[in-house]
């Protein structure tokens, strides 16, 4: 993934690439022998301490990006960093207090929020065509523990900290953040965290939805990301290629009855593509917020709350699906 | 590097791994119907019957059982190409900060006989202990073609992630370890498979490569064009020497055939278009209207086509 953000960085106007911490010796030859304007160091601490930069992508493995964002903020290095942010909530208070203590621009990689079916939904939202909101709901599945080779030891922990984290994060984004839930999340086939998650969850503006996220259903090559909201003037359905609003009377500048957006009615070109669009506009995004232009969205701390609202739903699990508050 | 000889209709690999770029509900489904190989089989023998010679397919597990389905059909075995496209390629440079490059490749080498092994790894595995990065490109390269061994080939592409990587990182120097590799050992045009084709063919013409064979999504709805439809049509107008392969090209189904072969058919540089099919109907409908009106292809009478 780190190679991934290096490479669009390298390609949009007005950024380079000029150094990679790669822990993989292949991978730093590969530069030197064939593209050695790109400098190479075996870990993050060698290249901040050796490299004047304008900022950071910190796409290390999960137990790795807390310390790095310190550094970060410690060198007063801006930085882009890959979500989650670390297993669970505990850890991220030293960087939280320097974050307080002496900001800096930074941003929280969430390219769901940048897929164009769930940018526009936001838009749409946001316009207050459906009125008063009665629930929201999320589903996010996929087969990745059913891969074989697959799961160790990046993606560990449940799901929730996996696809259900970008699922939340997305949720938050529509309606704000979450004030109580209740969970219940089991293992089936990982001995390392949850395979299923179902988390009734209540928002502080007293809006009420759950999701439902799962990463070992069989026929889920691809992750599969859902939406849905009803209010009192329609309701709106979002998958990650289309989305379909239906309205009772005209509002926000949409028509009464239905519109049906595909995937092609919705694609927006990008400048470069490695990877996918949503990639080069979180990219985008965080030059953006280095120029000044725009506020970074999701920072740290929306990160962390989206954090918190996976480790509530740890708790009330294990606690026989209590009722949870979650500190916003 | 040039795609002479390459069939003028590919059928695409996608509804039998899953991908719909309309839909990933859709792609889930077509991955579940077509877990039993025998369904691909029926589309593939109704393909046949319509003329169709070649696939594009990726050197995923999957592939290994669809081409030994292949070779089972003693008319497909004969007649048919395969077209490989390696993406697992990227997984194994990008995995091997997790595993290791060794391992990773060791995990790919189960489909490999006994003797395939013992060659792949000495051959490859002397110059990944002298750290030569491209003695250990050719080593993935051979690993990833595993799968096709026996096969007839038309062409073997790198995967749009690892072209467009490459060339984000400046690394396209791979691109020509790629071609030289696969043009000396395997006998047939090495492609590259882009998202970004303007980027690319400006790359390769600094780079000095002459009529280099490429596939890219093209469609008349500039549905994943980058960076813009407009630029695509200008370079595609004045694309001397580029041999196009077009993909995506009913934008995903969102398009009818006659629409989008209309549009392509004004390109002279598109030789050979990939289509996704997933019923006898639908392919019918879209091999018809490439006929029809893409004799740019070299699909009138079927025939392959000769770039030269």
Known sequence: MGLLHAAIFNALPGSQAVA????????????????????????????????????????????????????????????????????????????????????????????????????????????????????????????????RGRGEPQDSGGVLLSCGFHLLDLLTWYAGPVARLSANVFPAVSSDGE?????????????????????????????????????????????????????????????????????????????????????????????????????????????????????????????????????? | MNGAGIEPVLLGHNPFFGVDHLSRAAGNAKAARFADTTRVMEVLLGCHELGVRGMVLPSAPRAAELCRAIAGQPDLDREWQLYPLIPYLQKHVLGASEKGLVTRVMDTLPQASAWQKVSLLWQGGRGMLRRDVEQGLRLLIDVEMVGFNGRRLGAVFLHDALTDLALGLGVEAIFKVFRDHVGRKYGVPAGLATKNLPWLCARLAQMGWERPLVMAALNARGFRVNPSLAACEELLRGAAGVTVVAAGTLAGGALEPEVAYRYLAQFPAIRSVVVGVSSQAHVAETVGAIRRFMPCAGAQNGQPLGVD
């Open chain 1, 195 to 328: 395979d299923f998650a179902h988390v009734m969850l209540e928002f502080g503006s007293g809006l009420r939805g759950w999701i439902d996220s799962a990463w070992s259903l069989r026929f889920h090559p691809m992750l599969e990301t859902t939406f849905e909201a009803s209010g009192d003037n329609g309701s709106l359905s979002i998958s990650d290629d289309a989305l379909r609003l239906f309205l009772d009377e005209p509002a926000g500048g949409y028509p009464a009855g239905w519109t049906a957006l595909s995937a092609a009615d919705l694609y927006r070109p990008v400048p470069v593509d490695v990877g996918g669009p949503q990639f080069t506009r979180a990219d985008q995004a965080f030059l953006e917020v280095l120029r000044g232009k725009r506020a970074a969205e999701p920072d740290v701390m929306q990160a962390l709350h989206v954090q918190r609202i996976v480790d509530a739903a740890h708790r009330s699990s294990a606690q026989g699906g209590s009722a949870e508050r979650i500190l916003v």
């Open chain 1, 20 to 147: 990679v911490a790669e822990p993989a010796r292949q991978v730093r030859d590969m530069f030197g022998t064939l593209n050695s304007s790109i400098r190479t160091y075996p870990d993050s601490e060698a290249m901040l301490a050796a490299e004047a930069l304008d900022g950071l992508v910190i796409a290390a493995p999960v137990a790795q990006r807390l310390s790095i964002a310190l550094s970060c903020v410690e060198r007063r290095v801006p930085f882009l960093v890959e979500e989650p942010l670390a297993a669970d909530l505990e850890p991220a208070a030293p960087l939280v207090r320097a974050l307080v203590r002496a900001p800096i621009p930074h941003m929280a990689a969430c390219v769901t929020r940048c897929v164009d079916a769930f940018e526009k939904g936001q838009a749409i939202l946001a316009s207050g065509c459906l009125g008063r909101l009665h629930r929201i709901t999320g589903s996010s599945y996929v087969s990745q523990r059913l891969k």
